[in-house]
């Protein structure tokens, strides 16, 4: 697992005091809003203030005090420091699901590619051999994630 996750983009500028608008990529902008340090280029960042704002989070970055300096940074990533960071019990990072194998009881059935993110739920897709598989993230078919032994278990259904 690598030590600092990417967290969101920032895509604009918001207002004349070097605030930033930031496209999180995590389940709820407020996550990424309660952040005190953020890494930016490769060098940390404290994060001045930040509130979720509809979609998207208002971030003050420290050192970025005019809508030109915020401007210079439009496209840039931000990044987290994993050890800052404590996942309630069945979350995990989609980073660190990419790429677990994937088996429906004893059967190999691919490797876990993406992570879709649709509105009742997130959904697995899985890509194996013999073709692919869109696998809802919800109890009922995921059985076990493993993150340590790199195993995720499943349970198909016909049409899956």
Not at 31 to 53: C, D, I, K, Q, W
Not at 93 to 118: K, P, R
Not at 132 to 150: T, W
Request: glycine share 10%.
């Amino acid at each position: 697992m690598t030590q600092f996750l990417e967290i969101g983009r920032i895509v604009s500028t918001h207002g004349v005091r070097g605030e930033v608008r930031v496209e999180p990529w995590c389940d709820n902008p407020a996550f990424l809003a309660g952040f005190t340090t953020v890494y930016l280029r490769n060098a940390p960042v404290a994060v001045e203030s930040a509130r979720a704002h509809k979609n998207l989070v208002l971030m003050k970055l420290e050192g970025v005090d005019s809508v030109e300096a915020a401007q210079a940074l439009r496209e840039a990533v931000l990044w987290i420091d994993r050890s800052g960071v404590e996942l309630p019990e069945g979350r995990f990072f989609v980073q660190d699901l990419i790429g677990l194998a994937v088996y429906d009881g004893e059967e190999h059935i691919g490797s876990l590619t993406d992570v879709l993110t649709m509105p009742a739920h997130d959904v697995y897709h899985v890509r194996g051999d013999d073709g692919e598989h869109m696998i809802p993230a919800v109890p009922e078919f995921v059985r076990e994630i493993d993150l340590p032994g790199g195993i995720m278990r499943v349970k198909l259904i016909e049409g899956m």
